[in-house]
């Protein structure tokens, strides 16, 4: 069984940029919940999509959106990239929303 | 929103000592306790969960206690290996209703085991 897949695994930008990360879910899994991972603040949640649909959102300035199609597979988008933004991006796919996740290896931004 | 706690920041035991991470959340409402290890340039991994009406859950080396009166969680590691050198976070899931998709996360212990 495929695990969660997210590209791509490094990226570096220039701050004003914008970026799009892609996520794609085990099989059958209609949830898919996305994390920063920063040294200093630890994981935080962006948001989370089931069925296509927005069901929960972090703390995150509107510069951080995402969507969901229809076989599951997840993007986010960073528009407007600051130095700060730089972190790993973790996605992490479950059927429902609910116990427990299995994430993909994360995608490494750095903003310079 | 839900806090979690997490302690000690970093553990360092001899291979085959146990070791012992403990966490406290603070939503009464939290439901569903897991634990994920972490190692270099990989995601997190489930490794034990435990539900809130369940006092202890254990798999081979590893066990989970809960306390939901103290709300506290603790993650246990019998007989440790140099292979569980790692990261491991604790998390709390509040209220199903509001918190879909979302759980909080304890900042992490780094633990090294020493042959």
């Known amino acids: 069984k495929a695990g969660v897949t997210q590209t791509p695994r490094y990226l570096i930008k220039t701050r004003g940029q914008q970026v799009t990360l892609s996520c794609s879910p085990i099989?059958?899994?209609?949830?898919v919940s996305w994390y920063q991972q920063t040294p200093g603040q630890g994981l935080q949640f962006l948001f989370e999509y089931f069925s296509e649909t927005q069901r929960n959102k972090g703390n995150f300035p509107g510069r951080f959106s995402g969507r969901q199609f229809s076989n599951s597979r997840s993007e986010m988008n960073v528009s407007t990239l600051e130095l700060g933004d730089s972190a790993l991006y973790l996605c992490?796919?479950?059927?429902?929303?609910?116990?427990?996740?299995?994430f993909g290896s994360g995608t490494r931004l750095t903003v310079v | 929103g839900e806090n979690v706690e997490q302690h000690p920041s970093t553990l360092s035991v001899q291979e085959g000592d146990s070791a012992v991470i403990k966490c406290t959340y603070s939503?009464?409402?939290?439901?569903?306790f897991p634990w994920y290890k972490q190692e270099l340039g990989k995601g997190p991994q489930l490794i034990i969960d435990i539900r809130s009406n369940v006092g202890e859950k254990k798999d081979q080396r590893i066990a989970v206690t809960l306390n939901k009166t103290a709300k506290h969680f603790s993650l246990h590691i019998t007989e440790t290996q140099p292979e569980d050198s790692a990261v491991y976070f604790c998390a709390a899931r509040g209220a199903w209703d509001t918190n879909a998709g979302k759980s909080t996360f304890g900042d992490g212990t780094t633990l090294t085991v020493k042959p």
């Open positions: 992490a796919s479950t059927e429902d929303g609910n116990y427990g996740y299995t």
């Open positions: 099989s059958g899994h209609r949830s």
């Open positions: 939503d009464s409402a939290s439901n569903y």
